[in-house]
């Protein structure tokens, strides 16, 4: 990781990857037919370093598996410091048995336990992260 005093520093995808383990909440951008959706969800990241999270039927779900990429962001501001994260890529539903038992495993559980059995995957073709501030390292 480069260091600065100022300004914007350009992050490799190892510590974009870490910087997503830190966090549990992100947003879902999806756009379909000029209109941009953003949803927050909480998410997982898969061993492959694919954001994971459920959702239920609805405008969400199937908006994610319509569109040919979404765009998944996650950040932080503190102190003197902030990053920033986003994975581009296809997202897919997950319909093989194993995707419930996937996201128990990584502790996904939605905020309100109202039937979002649905798991959908953000596959992570593109990953970009800036750090900013005064005094990143």
């Known amino acids: 990781m480069e260091r600065f005093t100022a300004g914007t520093t350009v992050l490799d995808r190892e510590q974009a990857t870490e ?3 830190r966090k549990d909440v992100g ?4 756009a379909l037919g000029g209109d941009a959706e953003i949803f927050p969800v909480n998410y997982v990241l898969s061993e492959a370093g694919n954001v994971l999270f459920r959702t239920g039927p609805g405008s969400k779900l199937a908006s994610a598996v ?3 990429e979404v765009a998944f962001e996650v950040d932080e501001v503190g102190g003197d ?3 920033s994260v986003i994975v581009r890529g296809p997202a897919r539903v997950r ?3 194993s995707a419930l038992s996937v996201t128990d495993a990584l502790s996904l559980r939605p905020f309100i336990d109202d039937g ?8 992570a073709e593109r990953v970009t992260a800036r750090g900013f501030g005064r005094t990143w390292s």
């Open 116 to 123: 979002k059995y649905e798991v959908v995957e953000v596959l």
């Open 66 to 68: 319509v569109a040919q």
């Open 81 to 83: 410091q902030a990053w």
């Open 27 to 30: 947003r879902i951008v999806i």
């Open 19 to 21: 910087l997503l383990r």
């Open 95 to 97: 319909t093989d048995s």
